[in-house]
């Protein structure tokens, strides 16, 4: 014969299954299911004919643009007369402007310094882009260089030069930018 403590213990667990399976139907109340209604997409859209048929109208022309004819208009009351403009004003000769290409005035750039640690050059730039300097990273296969610009007034950045090496402690150099290898 089992012990008291053996029959306890197995009563407890069948009371403990009891209440894990079935209570929590019976709490749960009336279950709803939800069911999502999807719409079928037709094959062919209904086309109407209203659509399909329309009518092209001639163009009217504008009379308030013919340079002959005064344009009326009525503010509140009063009946306001204006002049379109004369036909020598109208007809404005444009003036072609050659498209320069040549690629004389080249952009500068200061490469400021390379650096190993490319945390610290990234850090460096962050703080020069801060004082208002158009600083950037460059990396390379073992160092990251930092680089100023490009501008195209060599002058701004021979000055930005002087003021970057008391900053920076670096005295950089000016390079011309190529924009396919800066």
Do not use: C
């Not at 008291?4 to 009371?15: A, P």
């Not at 209604?37 to 094959?43: D, G, T, V, Y």
């Amino acid at each position: 014969m089992a012990s008291k403590f053996q029959s306890r213990l197995v009563g407890t667990i069948v009371l403990v299954a009891v209440g894990v399976i079935i209570l929590p139907d019976l709490l749960d109340g009336k279950k709803l299911h939800y069911k999502e209604e999807f719409a079928s997409i037709p094959l062919k859209p209904e086309i109407n004919a209203d659509l399909e048929s329309f009518e092209v109208l001639e163009p009217e022309e504008d009379i308030s643009v013919l340079p002959e004819s005064p344009v009326q208009a009525t503010v509140g009351e009063e009946v306001v007369e204006k002049q379109s403009p004369p036909a020598d004003i109208v007809d404005v000769a444009v003036q072609e402007v050659p498209e320069r290409n040549d690629y004389a005035d080249s952009a500068w750039i200061i490469q400021l310094m390379a650096l190993k640690n490319a945390d610290n050059a990234r850090a460096l730039v962050e703080d020069l882009q801060k004082r208002g300097y158009q600083a950037h990273v460059k990396q390379e296969a073992t160092f990251t260089r930092v680089i100023i610009g490009p501008d195209v007034s060599k002058s701004k950045l021979e000055k930005q030069l002087i003021e970057l090496e008391e900053i920076t402690g670096s005295r950089g150099q000016l390079l011309k930018f190529k924009p396919l290898n800066p």
